[in-house]
């Protein structure tokens, strides 16, 4: 059995939190003072976590899937507990008359549709697992030069193009499979090429880092000090044109501290992994598309503290307590339906398997 290192595991628990933390400051309903520019501005960086996170998580998956055999069983476990919590989730809001029986989202749920009750990086994380290990044949035989040209050809088109011209025909908005691709192919290329990029300095990682969030926090400010004197930004979420999902600011930062994680010595512990084997129902339970509005603004409410600085650190806290309470969910339902979802992965990955040999196709 591989061990895991702890450090990139610590990782993956910090890119969940930021991603928590960010749903704080975006789905919050906030009743700012239009005078206090400094204040709005300030809360709305921690949005800069939730895009943050989502392309550090995917990193870490493309740098250990590129170099690995695609398995069943890992596919299944992943659909599995995605399924698992949605149809809960949906019993329980039917139950306390939250939601109203649908059987269209019911169909679309089945097909992996994010109009149904699947959030859209489920939707979008499942296909990138399936579609894996054709992408990685492709990846381990072109050499790092191709590779590296590929990259930048990505970066150019589907990342800075995209958050600059916002061009509909690039085939992303930064919320979905073809961006959640984009970010698997930068981290199977660290994943092919670690030794490669080790050949820097550590210092050079950290000034991009520092660099690039300095540079997203900038953004924020400045489009909100535009929009007040000459209108040019629309929509009340426009602070953030330079810091969602395509931004190549939020995908070099998150290629830094993946890097920089990296250089330090691999260790283990035993609850730091295990504590990271719940991350992704972190994101399954808190971001679920039946709850996600009553958590953040009927339960959480951070519009309370809409004109304070209070609500940074209101937002620090509540995010914390989310994870730790959804961690802990998923570590309860491991104990008890863990033999349950063994049965039934271990089914449909010998049914796959006996499909996949039944025509002949190796992956």
């Not at 097909?111 to 492709?138: H, K």
């Not at 930068?186 to 300095?214: A, W």
């Not at 209101?314 to 995010?319: E, I, K, P, Q, T």
Request: aromatic fraction near 18%; proline fraction near 1%; charged fraction near 10%.
């Amino acid at each position: 059995m591989k061990i895991r290192n702890s450090a990139i595991e610590w990782l993956r628990i910090l890119s969940m939190f930021f991603i928590v933390l960010g749903h704080f400051a975006w789905q919050t309903n906030w009743s700012f003072n239009a005078t206090n520019l400094f204040l709005k501005s300030t809360i709305e960086i921690l949005w800069i976590g939730g895009k943050l996170g989502v392309n550090i998580f995917v990193l870490i998956s493309g740098y250990f899937l590129v170099n690995s055999r695609f398995k069943w069983r890992s596919f299944f476990n992943v659909w599995f507990v995605s399924y698992f919590y949605a149809v809960i989730i949906y019993i329980i809001t039917l139950v306390f008359k939250i939601e109203k029986f649908n059987v269209k989202n019911l169909v679309k749920t089945l097909f992996l549709s994010s109009t149904g009750y699947l959030n859209w990086f489920v939707t979008a994380y499942l296909i990138m697992y399936i579609l894996s290990p054709f992408l990685n044949i492709a990846f381990r035989n072109i050499d790092k030069y191709q590779f590296r040209y590929l990259l930048i050809i990505m970066m150019t088109i589907f990342s800075f193009f995209t958050t600059v011209f916002k061009n509909p025909s690039v085939g992303t908005n930064g919320n979905d499979a073809m961006w959640v691709m984009v970010v698997y192919s930068f981290g199977s290329y660290i994943g092919l090429y670690e030794e490669d990029l080790k050949r820097f300095k550590k210092s050079i990682y950290g000034l991009l880092l520092v660099g690039s969030l300095l540079l997203s926090v900038i953004s924020i400010y400045m489009i909100n000090i535009v929009r007040s004197n000459l209108s040019l930004f629309s929509g009340t979420q426009s602070y953030a044109d330079f810091v969602n999902g395509t931004s190549p600011l939020q995908l070099l930062s998150a290629i830094s501290l993946f890097i920089l994680v990296l250089y330090a010595k691999p260790y283990t512990n035993n609850i730091v992994n295990k504590i990271a084997s719940t991350s992704f129902a972190v994101y399954l339970i808190h971001a679920n598309l039946l709850i996600v509005d009553w958590l953040w603004i009927t339960v959480v409410n951070g519009s309370k503290y809409s004109n304070s600085y209070f609500a940074i650190f209101y937002g620090l806290g509540v995010s914390l307590i989310i994870y730790i309470s959804c961690s802990l969910i998923d570590y309860m339902r491991q104990f008890i339906f863990g033999k349950f979802q063994n049965r039934i992965v271990t089914s449909l990955s010998e049914i796959a398997r006996e499909l996949m040999n039944k025509f002949n196709i190796k992956i």
